[in-house]
């Protein structure tokens, strides 16, 4: 089980369901994933997970992804949007009461695969597809080296497990897909509220800065923290 190449890995999954989910970020692993996987079953299921609902440049990806592929991608809110909500990570003080009531549940990540299995009619025990290389951390190396590409009990699998930079670059070239704009504006993907995604949001998609402080309020103190000091 722990030998499995990546190829071997989607076999294997193939024999156990006939579908499958696909955890998808819009990065380039989960876009490798995607095509890694998409001609072993009859349907590929993927679905986003957003920290800010509606953010424009997300949307222009998702929709994009949605026609190259010819599959819609399921939206649902990210744990950590409940987490730092329930929080009141960024919240002014006038805020908190009507987060309190809101009662938001504190979800995770199965809760997610299990609610994407009811919306699309598939069994409880489908495995979801993600992005995860072996290359991308010594932490993940480790972790796949001694639970194998497949994680039975969690329901997920890593089909590119395996893959280097190179095979990233020579099958995004082979397939003609684009990267998201997420690489442009950061360096890599959209996965925070930190000054690396707050500057370029401010600086490169105002709109989006804007909707950020919708939801984050204060969220601005990072970046009026960051241009005090300059």
């Given at each position: 089980?722990?030998?499995?190449?990546?190829?071997?890995?989607?076999?294997r999954?193939?024999?156990?369901?006939?579908?499958?989910?696909?955890?998808?970020?819009?990065?380039?692993?989960?876009?490798?994933?995607?095509?890694?996987?998409?001609?072993?079953?009859?349907?590929?299921?993927?679905?986003?997970?957003?920290?800010?609902?509606?953010?424009?440049?997300?949307?222009?990806?998702?929709?994009?992804?949605?026609?190259?592929?010819?599959?819609?991608?399921?939206?649902?809110?990210?744990?950590?949007?409940?987490?730092?909500?329930?929080?009141?990570?960024?919240?002014?003080p006038?805020?908190?009461?009507?987060?309190?009531?809101?009662?938001?549940?504190?979800?995770?990540?199965?809760?997610?695969?299990?609610?994407?299995?009811?919306?699309?009619?598939?069994?409880?025990?489908?495995?979801?597809?993600?992005?995860?290389?072996?290359?991308?951390?010594?932490?993940?190396?480790?972790?796949?080296?001694t639970?194998?590409?497949?994680?039975?009990g969690?329901?997920?699998?890593?089909?590119?497990?395996?893959?280097?930079?190179a095979?990233?670059?020579?099958?995004?070239?082979?397939?003609?897909?684009?990267?998201?704009?997420?690489?442009?504006?950061?360096?890599?993907?959209?996965?925070?509220?930190?000054?690396?995604?707050?500057?370029?949001?401010?600086?490169?998609?105002?709109?989006?800065?804007?909707?950020?402080?919708?939801?984050?309020?204060?969220?601005?103190?990072?970046?009026?923290?960051?241009?005090?000091?300059?």
């Amino acid at each position: 089980d722990m030998t499995m190449t990546g190829a071997e890995t989607i076999a294997r999954v193939r024999e156990h369901q006939s579908e499958t989910l696909l955890a998808f970020s819009t990065g380039k692993d989960a876009i490798a994933a995607w095509l890694a996987i998409r001609d072993s079953f009859e349907a590929v299921h993927p679905y986003y997970l957003y920290l800010v609902p509606g953010l424009e440049f997300v949307e222009e990806s998702l929709a994009y992804y949605e026609q190259f592929f010819g599959v819609e991608v399921v939206r649902l809110p990210h744990p950590s949007l409940h987490r730092w909500l329930n929080n009141y990570t960024f919240q002014p003080p006038e805020r908190c009461l009507v987060i309190e009531q809101a009662g938001l549940p504190n979800h995770d990540y199965s809760h997610i695969r299990q609610a994407v299995c009811k919306m699309r009619s598939l069994k409880d025990d489908c495995l979801v597809a993600d992005g995860v290389r072996a290359a991308d951390s010594p932490m993940r190396r480790v972790a796949i080296k001694t639970h194998g590409p497949i994680t039975w009990g969690q329901h997920k699998y890593h089909p590119v497990w395996d893959w280097k930079k190179a095979d990233l670059i020579e099958c995004f070239k082979k397939h003609n897909v684009k990267l998201p704009i997420d690489y442009r504006l950061f360096g890599r993907t959209f996965d925070g509220l930190d000054l690396r995604f707050l500057l370029p949001l401010k600086k490169h998609r105002p709109a989006d800065y804007r909707k950020v402080l919708d939801w984050f309020p204060l969220a601005d103190l990072e970046v009026f923290r960051w241009e005090a000091a300059q």
